[in-house]
């Protein structure tokens, strides 16, 4: 067995330069993992847009890699003034009148009118329709309550490392939040 | 004392001013929410929830099995069946069902954010994506490349006839991933935190039969990268893939790796030509006894 050793020096040799490799590098692993751990390991974060900084710009409607964005107009009750002139739901620049189509901010009618007493109405999103355009965003942030606001859906979502629309958002709008509160605008937190 | 009356005033001030901006900041409510007399209450609003953190454990486990799986089948059963079903599995998996991310490969941008200290969180998971196929490369050799990766697996489930590479070609073109590796690290690093620039992700070619949808100019360098997989073997990896550099350099010193049988060969070189990555090199003048 010696002699087997002594004749085949060189691959004893790459062996020992192997061994050395590899735990050299587990240990620069093991190291950067342990510092990355202990200085920044969080949880999961997911896309969600701040509606205090967007722009109603209709990107969010264009620039998801999906062919349906998952950005979603999204409607907080609790903060709707439930007017019946809503600016979110009626395109006020028109010069006709009435409840029609041709009124409407949304392209696809996929805001509701329903009447709940005098004069109040409430609105709801139709989430198979919306495209997530921030017509009617535009509308109620301007002129209403800011009841109305493009959020990303969370299921529809695919987490992309890099969001298509993120990079292209004029306003820069696009945060991460954690799972456990993947909607804080829609519960009144920043 | 008027010291103390001063701090008072500016006390109520900066008190009243603070509440003042928090009403705006906590939204502009230009028409007070109405009194209903019919009973009627306005509804919860209704929202999809959110990805539930298990999700990331199961990614994680699902990562370690392929590697495990690819790793007995590469180097203990020596299975050319094995690894392309493994491999169609890792297409359907890790590439349609997952939408291919976050990979390894993306996983790049992440870790040299993370590790340039700009207050960047990146999760448990991430991390383990990258590591784990580093570490499988150290034992075993590039095993998370052969039937693990969905970019490789696709690749390798659309090549029809490789052609050989001439050398001088290929050995220039391997230089191409180290470059990429280092430019990928250097964009990542030096990046705002809050909106990364993480170039592998931005610029890759397959993700977008994942997702079957794109932006024009990715789906162009996607026919392009897939028309020229029908032909040469694995040309991602061999020639862009920056992960691939990193495992390349680790591989070299895995513990294991597939190997010629020395004492079955008959040296009739017909590997050579047939190996569809060139990874195979001409006998040693040693073993020529």
Not at chain 1, 41 to 52: K, M
Not at chain 1, 98 to 120: H, K, M, S, V
Not at chain 2, 43 to 58: H, K, M
Not at chain 2, 81 to 98: D, N, P, Q
Request: glycine content about 8%.
């Amino acid at each position: 067995m010696e002699t087997e050793k002594n004749a085949r020096p060189e691959m004893k040799r790459r062996e020992f330069l192997g061994k050395i490799t590899r735990t050299a590098s587990l240990g620069i692993i093991a190291g950067a993992s342990a510092v990355l751990v202990a200085r920044s390991a969080g949880a999961r974060t997911l896309w969600q847009i701040d509606p205090e900084k967007c722009a109603h710009c209709t990107n969010c409607s264009t620039q998801c890699v999906l062919a349906e964005s998952a950005v979603k107009c999204m409607h907080r009750f609790d903060t709707c003034g439930y007017c019946k002139p809503c600016f979110g739901y009626f395109d006020l620049s028109g010069s006709a009148d009435g409840t029609g189509a041709e009124n409407q901010t949304c392209p696809n009618g996929a805001l509701r009118r329903r009447f709940i007493e005098d004069p109040y109405y409430e609105y709801s999103v139709d989430d198979g329709l919306c495209v997530g355009c921030g017509k009617c965003v535009k509308g109620c942030r301007d002129f209403g309550n800011g009841s109305l606001m493009l959020q990303v859906s969370q299921d529809l979502c695919q987490h992309c490392n890099v969001c298509s629309i993120a990079v292209s958002c004029p306003a820069d709008a696009f945060v991460r939040v954690t799972p456990d509160n993947p909607y804080p605008a829609l519960k009144g937190m920043k | 004392m008027r010291n103390g009356r001063k701090t008072i005033l500016l006390s109520l001030l900066v008190i009243t001013a603070a509440f003042a901006f928090r009403t705006e900041l906590a939204g502009i409510e230009r028409f007070p929410p109405p009194d209903f007399e019919s009973g009627y209450v306005p509804p919860e609003t209704a929202y999809p929830p959110g990805r539930s953190p298990w999700l990331d454990v199961a990614d994680v486990a699902a990562l370690l099995a392929a590697l495990t799986l690819a790793a007995y089948l590469a180097i203990f059963r020596r299975s050319r069946r094995g690894i392309v079903l493994l491999a169609l599995f890792s297409t359907v998996y890790f590439g349609f069902f997952k939408k291919g991310c976050v990979c390894p490969v993306g996983a790049i941008g992440n870790v040299s954010l993370a590790l340039a200290g700009t207050g960047y969180t990146i999760p448990l998971a991430v991390i383990l994506s990258f590591a784990l196929p580093i570490v499988f490369t150290l034992f075993f050799g590039r095993v998370f490349c052969a039937a693990v990766c969905p970019l490789g697996a696709v690749q390798e489930l659309v090549l029809v006839r490789p052609i050989v590479v001439p050398r001088w070609i290929d050995a220039g073109l391997r230089v191409i991933p180290f470059f990429y590796l280092g430019l990928a690290v250097l964009f990542a690093a030096l990046s705002d935190p809050t909106s990364p620039n993480f170039i592998v992700c931005k610029y890759d070619p397959f993700v977008s039969i994942f997702r079957l949808a794109g932006l024009p100019q990715i789906v162009v360098l996607t026919a392009v990268f897939l028309m020229a997989s029908l032909l040469i073997g694995r040309p991602y990896c061999r020639f862009l893939c920056p992960y691939g550099a990193l495992l390349s350099i680790f591989a070299r010193a895995s513990k294991r790796h597939p190997s010629v049988t020395p004492t079955d060969c008959v040296k009739c070189r017909l590997c050579e030509t047939a190996c569809p990555v060139n990874a195979i090199e001409k006998p040693n003048a040693e073993d020529e006894e």
